[in-house]
């Protein structure tokens, strides 16, 4: 699925503090480098539903086999492998004799203390993949994790390999044996380990992407492989909100299109980042925040929610609006199926600008009957001569006022709402008086 790193900013899925992102609430991985890959796998969202299935798969196949996960593998124990091969060592001999090996360990005995050491972190690595593919492996197991664990297989099998395996410890292995088998490991299987340590990642950025959906109680979606744009979820809630309330959300062909109303602080900015970090999620192979919900895969994702302005360009706020809004045009006429996110379209120019600025948009993009849209305006004007289009669904939060203090429900309901509470909520926090007072 195509997506920009503006719109992974503005679904939260990654930000300059990880603990605020939905990438650091959710990497439960092992390991640096399974963090990483499990990044890399969010960059990479996926459009095909049987790919998207297949990870689906193997996260649940992961789950029904934790307890017996190694635990071998360790941040530690890569990293003393990765640094074994870039530590500046004197040349292990090949075959060592009784002399040649004490030799070594005499006359480099700092170099033998690295070797040592670090082949039991190598040892302890290679024989914690040699678990996982035992662990894992079965003939009907998803297609994506067959490559990986057959190349694994591969990997760990060499001759060599075997001929240690009657040793636990590397303290158990002759010293002459200890050192063949460090000079087949820095020498002839370099390239083979850093293979290995790649196919962990994956293995590792799969198991974390498991553990989140179970320590968070998310659910699989349900992929459908539909040429037509399809959402429907019940339960749905974003993933960063400590207390959440809860939405239900239909979008096919025939409501392809929600026009989304409420005052300031309703819950409109909210509602659309939960649809969007879910249903990019799902494309990842996810679970997500809900009880329910079935989608088809998407081609592409497109935000506009957080504008700003470029000072060193000379650029207005508006000016990049629209930009953004070209951008969306040109994307989405390309006849793939798109989820088209926009919060508080034009709000940087004056009222009437805007209202005549985002009915010709609208009444462009509802044209467009292969993708799905969310557009949130205060501009609720506007939607009365947008009733004419049956392909629009108008939804709003509500907001009351009781005893004096405002009230929101956070709940989604059916029609428009013209709240406007700007003016009482400057009154209540008495910055009316205030400058009546100056």
Known sequence: MEI?????????????????????????TLTVRGKEQFLKNLMHPFSDAAAIIEVQQVLKLILKNQAGWTNRISNGTLMVVERFYEAPINTIPSHPGKISAYSYKIFSSQDFSLVRYSISHCLDFIRGMQSLYALLWHDDIPLVLKKIL???????????IKNIEKYNKTSEMPMGILLQFAHFIRYRYKHNMHSL???FAHIDAWYGMAKSVQSYQLVFPEIIDSSEPLIEADGLYHLLLPDPVPYSIKINKENNFIFLTGANMAGKSTFIKAVGAAVFLA??????PAQSMRLSSFDGLLSNINIVDNLAKGESYFYNEVQ??????????????????IDELFKGTNVQDAMKCST?????????????????????EIGNDLRQYNNISFQYFETEIKDDQLAFS???KEGISSDRLGYYILKKEGVVRLLENL
Not at 150 to 160: K, N, Q, R
Not at 332 to 337: A, E, I
């Open 150 to 160: 057959s190349e694994v297989s591969h990997l760990v099998s060499a001759e060599p």
């Open 283 to 288: 494309h990842c192979g996810m679970g997500i």
């Open 197 to 199: 340590l790649q196919l």
């Open 324 to 341: 953004r809004i070209k951008a969306t045009v040109n994307k989405v006429k390309d006849g793939r199926k798109w989820l088209i996110l």
């Open 4 to 28: 920009d790193k503006t719109t992974l900013q503005d679904l939260m899925v990654i930000q300059h503090e990880d603990e605020f992102s939905i990438f650091g609430k959710l990497n439960e």
């Open 360 to 380: 010709s948009v609208i009444e462009g993009l509802i044209r467009i009957k292969n993708s799905a849209f969310i557009l949130s305006t205060h501009l609720y």
């Open 410 to 412: 956070y709940s989604l």
